[in-house]
Protein backbone atom coordinates (compact mmCIF):
# COMPACT_ATOMS: atom_id res chain seq x y z
CA UNK A 1 0.00 0.00 0.00
CA UNK A 2 1.07 3.33 -0.62
CA UNK A 3 3.12 5.57 1.80
CA UNK A 4 1.12 8.54 3.03
CA UNK A 5 3.19 12.14 4.74
CA UNK A 6 1.38 14.20 6.37
CA UNK A 7 1.91 17.05 8.69
CA UNK A 8 2.19 16.07 12.70
CA UNK A 9 0.01 18.82 13.96
CA UNK A 10 -1.78 21.88 12.72
CA UNK A 11 -4.19 24.44 14.00
CA UNK A 12 -6.81 26.58 13.08
CA UNK A 13 -9.37 29.53 14.48
CA UNK A 14 -12.92 28.44 14.89
CA UNK A 15 -14.97 29.36 11.58
CA UNK A 16 -11.90 29.40 9.20
CA UNK A 17 -11.08 27.20 6.57
CA UNK A 18 -8.66 24.27 7.09
CA UNK A 19 -6.58 22.81 4.52
CA UNK A 20 -5.35 19.35 5.57
CA UNK A 21 -2.62 18.25 2.94
CA UNK A 22 -1.44 14.61 2.28
CA UNK A 23 1.41 13.05 0.00
CA UNK A 24 1.24 10.12 -1.37
CA UNK A 25 3.61 9.96 -3.89
CA UNK A 26 3.48 5.93 -4.19
CA UNK A 27 -0.21 5.76 -5.00
CA UNK A 28 -1.02 3.18 -7.47
CA UNK A 29 -3.67 4.03 -10.57
CA UNK A 30 -6.40 2.00 -9.04
CA UNK A 31 -6.06 3.65 -5.17
CA UNK A 32 -8.91 5.58 -3.70
CA UNK A 33 -8.28 8.25 -1.45
CA UNK A 34 -9.60 7.75 1.85
CA UNK A 35 -9.83 10.10 4.55
CA UNK A 36 -10.68 8.80 8.55
CA UNK A 37 -11.04 11.19 11.70
CA UNK A 38 -10.59 10.31 14.96
CA UNK A 39 -12.17 12.41 17.85
CA UNK A 40 -10.76 11.90 21.31
CA UNK A 41 -11.30 8.82 22.83
CA UNK A 42 -14.28 7.33 20.18
CA UNK A 43 -13.18 5.09 17.30
CA UNK A 44 -12.29 6.41 13.68
CA UNK A 45 -14.72 8.50 11.50
CA UNK A 46 -14.61 8.26 7.56
CA UNK A 47 -14.92 11.55 6.57
CA UNK A 48 -14.69 11.54 2.93
CA UNK A 49 -13.17 9.13 0.02
CA UNK A 50 -12.07 9.90 -3.59
CA UNK A 51 -10.42 8.79 -6.81
CA UNK A 52 -9.79 11.24 -9.17
CA UNK A 53 -12.03 14.09 -9.57
CA UNK A 54 -12.68 16.37 -6.21
CA UNK A 55 -15.42 15.85 -3.74
CA UNK A 56 -17.68 17.20 -1.51
CA UNK A 57 -20.12 16.05 1.28
CA UNK A 58 -21.80 17.45 4.20
CA UNK A 59 -18.75 17.20 6.11
CA UNK A 60 -15.33 18.43 4.27
CA UNK A 61 -14.42 18.53 0.77
CA UNK A 62 -11.48 16.34 -1.13
CA UNK A 63 -9.27 18.38 -3.69
CA UNK A 64 -7.30 15.99 -5.82
CA UNK A 65 -4.00 16.85 -7.38
CA UNK A 66 -4.10 15.96 -10.89
CA UNK A 67 -0.97 13.33 -10.93
CA UNK A 68 -2.94 11.92 -7.80
CA UNK A 69 0.38 12.13 -5.65
CA UNK A 70 -0.95 13.94 -3.00
CA UNK A 71 -4.64 15.46 -2.03
CA UNK A 72 -6.42 17.71 0.43
CA UNK A 73 -8.96 17.44 3.29
CA UNK A 74 -10.87 20.85 3.13
CA UNK A 75 -13.07 21.69 5.98
CA UNK A 76 -14.95 24.94 5.00
CA UNK A 77 -15.19 26.45 8.53
CA UNK A 78 -13.82 24.36 11.70
CA UNK A 79 -15.91 24.24 14.75
CA UNK A 80 -14.57 22.90 17.78
CA UNK A 81 -15.99 19.76 17.42
CA UNK A 82 -13.58 19.20 14.49
CA UNK A 83 -10.45 18.96 16.76
CA UNK A 84 -9.17 15.46 15.94
CA UNK A 85 -6.57 13.28 14.54
CA UNK A 86 -7.15 13.30 10.42
CA UNK A 87 -5.82 10.22 8.66
CA UNK A 88 -5.20 10.14 4.93
CA UNK A 89 -5.59 6.45 3.57
CA UNK A 90 -4.48 5.62 0.71
CA UNK A 91 -6.87 2.10 -0.42
CA UNK A 92 -6.61 -0.48 -3.10
CA UNK A 93 -9.53 -1.10 -4.83
CA UNK A 94 -9.12 -5.25 -3.45
CA UNK A 95 -8.86 -4.07 -0.09
CA UNK A 96 -10.84 -6.30 2.05
CA UNK A 97 -10.69 -3.75 4.60
CA UNK A 98 -7.34 -3.66 5.80
CA UNK A 99 -7.06 -0.12 6.52
CA UNK A 100 -3.20 1.03 7.41
CA UNK A 101 -3.34 3.94 10.03
CA UNK A 102 -0.41 5.90 9.93
CA UNK A 103 -0.34 8.95 12.75
CA UNK A 104 -2.68 11.10 10.88
CA UNK A 105 -2.61 15.23 11.86
CA UNK A 106 -3.58 16.20 15.08
CA UNK A 107 -6.11 19.34 14.35
CA UNK A 108 -6.36 21.93 17.04
CA UNK A 109 -9.14 24.35 16.94
CA UNK A 110 -9.15 27.46 18.94
CA UNK A 111 -12.12 29.20 19.79
CA UNK B 1 -28.03 7.13 11.67
CA UNK B 2 -27.73 3.58 12.27
CA UNK B 3 -23.53 2.65 14.32
CA UNK B 4 -21.65 0.32 15.43
CA UNK B 5 -22.49 -0.46 19.01
CA UNK B 6 -19.49 -2.57 21.58
CA UNK B 7 -19.78 -3.48 25.21
CA UNK B 8 -18.53 -3.64 27.94
CA UNK B 9 -16.94 -0.14 27.40
CA UNK B 10 -14.45 -1.28 29.76
CA UNK B 11 -12.88 -4.59 31.31
CA UNK B 12 -10.33 -5.51 33.39
CA UNK B 13 -9.12 -8.16 33.91
CA UNK B 14 -6.11 -10.20 35.06
CA UNK B 15 -3.43 -11.69 32.78
CA UNK B 16 -4.22 -15.60 31.81
CA UNK B 17 -8.16 -14.92 32.22
CA UNK B 18 -10.15 -15.18 28.72
CA UNK B 19 -11.79 -12.46 27.76
CA UNK B 20 -14.71 -11.70 25.23
CA UNK B 21 -15.36 -8.01 23.48
CA UNK B 22 -18.99 -7.72 22.08
CA UNK B 23 -19.99 -5.73 19.16
CA UNK B 24 -23.34 -5.15 17.19
CA UNK B 25 -22.65 -4.56 13.50
CA UNK B 26 -24.82 -2.25 11.26
CA UNK B 27 -27.96 -4.39 10.47
CA UNK B 28 -27.24 -4.16 6.63
CA UNK B 29 -23.79 -4.91 6.31
CA UNK B 30 -21.81 -7.63 5.76
CA UNK B 31 -18.16 -7.43 6.40
CA UNK B 32 -16.98 -6.93 10.21
CA UNK B 33 -12.95 -5.90 11.36
CA UNK B 34 -11.66 -5.51 14.31
CA UNK B 35 -9.03 -2.81 15.36
CA UNK B 36 -6.60 -2.40 17.84
CA UNK B 37 -4.63 1.13 19.13
CA UNK B 38 -2.11 0.65 21.96
CA UNK B 39 -1.95 3.82 24.33
CA UNK B 40 -0.26 6.49 22.04
CA UNK B 41 -0.04 4.11 19.04
CA UNK B 42 -1.43 3.53 15.41
CA UNK B 43 -4.73 1.81 14.85
CA UNK B 44 -3.74 -1.41 13.75
CA UNK B 45 -5.91 -3.96 11.74
CA UNK B 46 -6.55 -7.36 13.37
CA UNK B 47 -8.81 -9.59 11.39
CA UNK B 48 -11.66 -9.17 8.68
CA UNK B 49 -14.89 -11.30 8.82
CA UNK B 50 -16.94 -12.07 6.06
CA UNK B 51 -19.68 -15.39 5.40
CA UNK B 52 -18.99 -16.82 8.84
CA UNK B 53 -15.23 -16.54 8.08
CA UNK B 54 -12.10 -14.73 8.14
CA UNK B 55 -11.13 -13.09 5.15
CA UNK B 56 -7.98 -11.57 6.33
CA UNK B 57 -5.90 -11.40 9.49
CA UNK B 58 -2.85 -9.48 10.74
CA UNK B 59 0.06 -10.98 12.47
CA UNK B 60 -0.77 -9.65 15.89
CA UNK B 61 -4.13 -11.95 15.22
CA UNK B 62 -2.30 -14.94 16.63
CA UNK B 63 -3.73 -18.31 18.09
CA UNK B 64 -4.93 -16.59 21.49
CA UNK B 65 -7.34 -14.62 19.15
CA UNK B 66 -10.89 -15.45 18.04
CA UNK B 67 -13.77 -14.32 16.24
CA UNK B 68 -17.03 -15.59 15.97
CA UNK B 69 -20.41 -14.47 14.36
CA UNK B 70 -22.85 -16.49 17.10
CA UNK B 71 -25.95 -14.85 15.79
CA UNK B 72 -27.73 -12.43 13.55
CA UNK B 73 -26.44 -9.23 15.18
CA UNK B 74 -23.65 -9.84 17.61
CA UNK B 75 -19.93 -10.16 16.47
CA UNK B 76 -17.46 -10.87 19.06
CA UNK B 77 -13.55 -11.33 19.98
CA UNK B 78 -12.03 -13.36 22.22
CA UNK B 79 -8.62 -13.57 23.54
CA UNK B 80 -8.18 -16.94 24.98
CA UNK B 81 -5.13 -16.03 27.62
CA UNK B 82 -4.47 -12.14 28.27
CA UNK B 83 -0.99 -10.49 28.34
CA UNK B 84 -0.11 -7.62 29.48
CA UNK B 85 0.83 -6.69 26.16
CA UNK B 86 -3.17 -7.08 25.24
CA UNK B 87 -3.97 -3.72 27.19
CA UNK B 88 -5.58 -1.52 24.14
CA UNK B 89 -8.33 -0.16 22.95
CA UNK B 90 -10.16 -2.31 20.89
CA UNK B 91 -12.36 -1.01 18.09
CA UNK B 92 -15.29 -3.05 15.75
CA UNK B 93 -16.18 -1.39 12.77
CA UNK B 94 -18.51 -2.93 9.78
CA UNK B 95 -19.25 -2.30 6.09
CA UNK B 96 -21.84 -2.51 3.64
CA UNK B 97 -20.07 -4.01 0.70
CA UNK B 98 -16.24 -5.23 0.48
CA UNK B 99 -14.29 -2.53 0.47
CA UNK B 100 -13.23 -1.78 -3.00
CA UNK B 101 -13.03 2.29 -2.25
CA UNK B 102 -16.47 2.78 -2.21
CA UNK B 103 -17.27 1.26 1.08
CA UNK B 104 -16.32 2.98 3.89
CA UNK B 105 -15.87 1.43 7.26
CA UNK B 106 -18.20 2.31 10.35
CA UNK B 107 -16.45 2.13 13.42
CA UNK B 108 -17.43 1.79 17.18
CA UNK B 109 -16.19 3.56 19.85
CA UNK B 110 -14.34 0.81 21.46
CA UNK B 111 -13.67 -1.10 24.25
CA UNK B 112 -10.68 -0.16 26.45
CA UNK B 113 -9.24 -3.66 27.65
CA UNK B 114 -6.51 -3.37 30.56
CA UNK B 115 -4.94 -6.54 31.66
CA UNK B 116 -3.38 -6.46 34.85
Known amino acids: DAKTTQPNSMESNEEEPVHLPCNHS???????IHWYRQLPSQGPEYVIHGLTSNVNNRMASLAIAEDRKSSTLILHRATLRDAAVYYC????????????FGRGTQLTVWP | EPEVTQTPSHQVTQMGQEVILRCVPI?????FYWYRQILGQKVEFLVSFYNNEISEKSEIFDDQFSVERPDGSNFTLKIRSTKLEDSAMYFCASSENRLGGHSPLHFGNGTRLTVT
Open chain 1, 89 to 100: IPIRGSTLGRLY
Open chain 2, 27 to 31: SNHLY
Open chain 1, 26 to 32: TISGTDY
